[in-house]
């Protein structure tokens, strides 16, 4: 089968956010016994707007409102619980994900 097909892609067209999500989900599943690490995927397209997919090992796919991860995660679960709401606009999304990565990296040494 061709894949751009069971994939949901368009020739013609930028992959949906979804779709990009799915080929992660493939690939974390088919080489799940050498990865180490899940995977966020997030983007916008004209059919469903902004979308959050977390593909953690083992190559499941979760669709979120948000997702964290990595190293620094652990330091802003308070903020991004706090902070986040939904229907935020681009420039509210921009800031809140600026100011989480800067809380991040503040205080985690692999950053």
Same mark, same amino acid.
């Given at each position: 089968?061709?894949?751009?097909?069971?994939?949901? @892609? $368009?020739i @013609?067209?930028?992959?949906?956010?979804?779709?990009?999500? !799915?080929?992660?989900?493939?690939? *974390? $599943?088919? $080489?799940?016994?050498?990865?180490?690490?899940?995977?966020?995927?997030?983007?916008?397209?004209?059919?469903?707007?902004?979308?959050? %997919?977390?593909v953690?090992?083992?190559?499941?796919?979760?669709?979120?409102?948000?997702?964290?991860?990595?190293s620094?995660?652990? %330091?802003? $679960?308070?903020?991004?619980?706090?902070?986040?709401?939904?229907?935020?606009?681009?420039?509210? *999304?921009?800031k809140?994900?600026? !100011? @989480?990565?800067?809380?991040a990296?503040?205080?985690?040494?692999?950053?």
């Amino acid at each position: 089968a061709d894949s751009r097909t069971t994939t949901g @892609a $368009y020739i @013609a067209g930028p992959p949906l956010v979804h779709t990009a999500a !799915n080929l992660f989900k493939e690939m *974390c $599943y088919r $080489y799940r016994e050498d990865l180490m690490a899940g995977i966020i995927v997030a983007g916008w397209d004209k059919r469903k707007g902004g979308q959050v %997919y977390s593909v953690p090992m083992g190559g499941m796919m979760v669709h979120q409102p948000f997702s964290i991860g990595g190293s620094g995660s652990s %330091y802003i $679960y308070g903020f991004v619980d706090s902070t986040y709401r939904q229907g935020m606009t681009k420039d509210e *999304c921009m800031k809140f994900a600026a !100011n @989480a990565l800067a809380l991040a990296m503040e205080r985690d040494g692999s950053s």
